[in-house]
T-cell receptor
Framework: ETGVTQSPTHLIKTRGQQVTLRCSSQ?????VSWYQQALGQGPQFIFQ???????GRGNFPPRFSGLQFPNYSSELNVNALELDDSALYLC?????????????????FGPGTRLTVL | GIQVEQSPPDLILQEGANSTLRCNFS?????LQWFHQNPWGQLINLFY???GTKQNGRLSATTVATERYSLLYISSSQTTDSGVYFC???????????FGTGTRLTIIP
């Protein structure tokens, strides 16, 4: 079973450009969430995709958009990049974990893409 | 929205020491997870613990849901325990996590 993977690892863009980040969810997981982590802060929820539909959004402008594909992989697109978009972007997939007599959904994170906007 | 506060913000300990990290949250939760973020940014799952107590080796965690706090215990610290520890909660059961600001743990040899 492979874990959550993200590409690219690092990216440098200039203000005003557009960027696409990619995420492959863990095998069997159909829910993908994206988070932004600015330096020195905790991750902030951007949006979530479930079975190819957006399923909730955090406090981010419309220039942050996404897609989920039939194989449950996902893309995060950011248009008109601003300096404050410089951050670590994390993708997480959710899957059911069975532990003894109980089951629950737990999120597992990829290694992240570090975006620098100059 | 729900507020998540972690304390202390920074902790510096000698190797072999024990530590307790605290997470307070402002509303009832369906999900609470503890993560360790290594220096390369990877978030590593430690515990899924919306209530009760769990142990995994030198680490253990307790969540008292009625009093809205969780504790992470690290015993016999090792230098590899260094990093930032995050508590994250989901209070609607929709898998959208709200993270605390983290505790930066530094273990000195």
């Amino acid at each position: 079973e492979t874990g959550v993977t993200q590409s690219p690892t690092h990216l440098i863009k200039t203000r005003g450009q557009q960027v696409t980040l990619r995420c492959s969810s863990q095998s069997g997981h159909n829910t993908v969430s994206w988070y932004q982590q600015a330096l020195g802060q905790g991750p902030q929820f951007i949006f979530q995709y479930y079975r190819e539909e957006e399923n909730g959004r955090g406090n981010f402008p419309p220039r942050f958009s996404g897609l989920q594909f039939p194989n449950y992989s996902s893309e995060l697109n950011v248009n008109a990049l601003e300096l404050d978009d410089s951050a670590l972007y994390l993708c997480a997939s959710s899957g059911m974990v069975v532990s003894g007599s109980s089951s629950y959904n737990e999120q597992f994170f990829g290694p992240g893409t570090r975006l620098t906007v100059l | 929205g729900i507020q998540v506060e972690q304390s202390p913000p920074d902790l510096i300990l000698q190797e072999g020491a024990n530590s307790t990290l605290r997470c307070n949250f402002s509303d009832s939760v369906n999900n609470l997870q503890w993560f360790h973020q290594n220096p390369w940014g990877q978030l590593i799952n430690l515990f899924y613990i919306p209530s009760g107590t769990k142990q995994n080796g030198r680490l253990s965690a307790t969540t008292v849901a009625t009093e809205r706090y969780s504790l992470l215990y690290i015993s016999s610290s090792q230098t590899t325990d260094s990093g930032v520890y995050f508590c994250a909660v989901d209070n609607f059961g929709n898998e959208k996590l709200t993270f605390g600001t983290g505790t930066r743990l530094t273990i000195i040899p």
